[in-house]
């Protein structure tokens, strides 16, 4: 029985590690880059949204929760200034 905890814990540890690792990579947008995304954002009809980080290893931007001007929301990948992807959130 102790050895099935322990294999448990160690499971739970390595889960929370690859956690952790999966989002190490996402840095957050700087002023500056904030402003840039929030002008594309706008030009694409969207009026808020919550959150934009930087993706280091796919080299794009990632907004949540964008709302447009047609009422839904969407998680938004912009790259090069231009929307690459837009999944709609339920």
Known sequence: MQKMMITLG?????????????TADDRPATAAERAEIGGILQAAGFSSWRK????????????????????????????GGKIIKKDLED
């Open 10 to 22: 160690m499971a739970a540890f390595a889960a929370g590690a690859l956690a952790t690792a999966a």
């Open 52 to 79: 934009i980080e930087f993706d280091t290893d796919d080299r794009k931007f990632e907004v949540d929760d964008a709302r447009h001007s047609n009422g839904k929301v969407y998680d938004v990948d912009i790259r």
